[in-house]
T-cell receptor
Framework: SAVISQKPSRDICQRGTSLTIQCQVD?????MFWYRQQPGQSLTLIAT?????????ESGFVIDKFPISRPNLTFSTLTVSNMSPEDSSIYLC???????????FGPGTRLLVL | AQKITQTQPGMFVQEKEAVTLDCTYD???????LFWYKQPSSGEMIFLIY??????QNATEGRYSLNFQKARKSANLVISASQLGDSAMYFC??????????????FGTGTRLTIIP
């Protein structure tokens, strides 16, 4: 398994500002993913982040709103830009060591936008 | 159409009883994997068990087992001898492929399990 940490664990932000969430894995992984979980809802994939290539965004998510970096095989960041109250969610990072392996999740970042 | 369907929004179970959480899936890909995750109130997603579409036997991990019925496209999670710490949201998820570089999970809506002392 992989041990994944996220920073910050929670934050309260003002609308119009941006927040960058960091995800650190304790070992090298091929694939990293960012999910959003709105209050009382299931998880929705925002994008897949593979090292050395641009992130692949799912329908309804755009790079200008959710820029992602993946500078190496153990680290990724997600920025939530120009935030509105609708961005209040839990943001979860996950990692998968290789193809067809289990995806493990970080503890999540609870974001509240006022 | 929903790819993963969990029809039980909430369940209440007496401590020490067994519980079955339902999950049905929809895919035309012959190669896929099914996962169950537990999400306590703290918010973290904890991996419980995995079943591959070509696996001949049902997966087991301690008190967790997966009742895989391929023809019916169901992958129910069975928790034996439930404990108070099992109270959480449970999500069924599917990965289609292999699709190297983009092996995303599709999640169901979840079941909130409450264990009653």
């Amino acid at each position: 398994s992989a041990v994944i940490s996220q920073k910050p664990s929670r934050d309260i932000c003002q609308r119009g500002t941006s927040l960058t969430i960091q995800c650190q894995v304790d070992s090298q992984v091929t694939m990293m993913f960012w999910y959003r979980q709105q209050p009382g809802q299931s998880l929705t994939l925002i994008a897949t982040a593979n090292q050395g290539s641009e992130a692949t965004y799912e329908s309804g998510f755009v790079i200008d709103k959710f820029p992602i970096s993946r500078p190496n095989l153990t680290f990724s960041t997600l920025t939530v830009s120009n935030m509105s109250p609708e961005d209040s969610s839990i943001y979860l990072c996950s990692a998968q060591r290789g193809s067809q392996e289990t995806q493990y999740f970080g503890p999540g970042t609870r974001l509240l936008v006022l | 159409a929903q790819k993963i369907t969990q029809t039980q929004p909430g369940m209440f179970v007496q401590e020490k009883e067994a519980v079955t959480l339902d999950c049905t899936y929809d895919t035309s890909d012959p190669s896929y994997g099914l996962f169950w995750y537990k999400q306590p109130s703290s918010g973290e997603m904890i991996f419980l068990i995995y079943q591959g579409s070509y696996d001949q036997q049902n997966a087991t991990e301690g008190r967790y087992s997966l009742n895989f019925q391929k023809a019916r496209k169901s992958a129910n999670l069975v928790i034996s001898a439930s404990q108070l710490g099992d109270s959480a949201m449970y999500f069924c998820a599917m990965r289609e492929g292999p699709n190297f570089g983009n092996e995303k999970l599709t999640f169901g809506t979840g079941t909130r399990l409450t264990i009653i002392p």
